[in-house]
């Protein structure tokens, strides 16, 4: 299988979605592209979107809410789909 990271679109404090709102992405799920997977917290109070680059299976979760994050860095792996 190719194990494919989606990393960090840049600084800030993760969560799983905005205040309020369901988590967005559980370990084993399948995802199609463009699915939103969770939410960067920016200190201007802006949210931006963690989002799956193609279709496949959420491997593996590499962060937890509430965590500083860098730019780049890996949060979670996407299992390509077949």
């Given amino acids: 299988s190719?194990?494919?990271?989606i990393c960090s679109p840049t600084v800030g404090i993760f969560q799983w979605s905005e205040p309020g709102r369901p988590r967005l992405a559980e370990e084993g799920i399948a995802v199609p592209a463009g699915q939103?997977?969770?939410i960067i917290e920016t200190g201007?109070?802006?949210?931006?979107p963690v989002t799956a680059?193609?279709?496949?299976?959420?491997?593996?979760?590499?962060?937890?809410?509430?965590?500083?994050?860098e730019f780049g860095q890996p949060l979670f792996f996407l299992e390509a789909a077949n």
């Fill in 2 to 5: 190719c194990f494919t990271p």
């Fill in 36 to 38: 939103k997977l969770g």
């Fill in 44 to 48: 201007k109070g802006k949210f931006i």
């Fill in 53 to 69: 680059a193609s279709p496949g299976r959420l491997a593996r979760v590499m962060v937890d809410a509430g965590a500083a994050v």
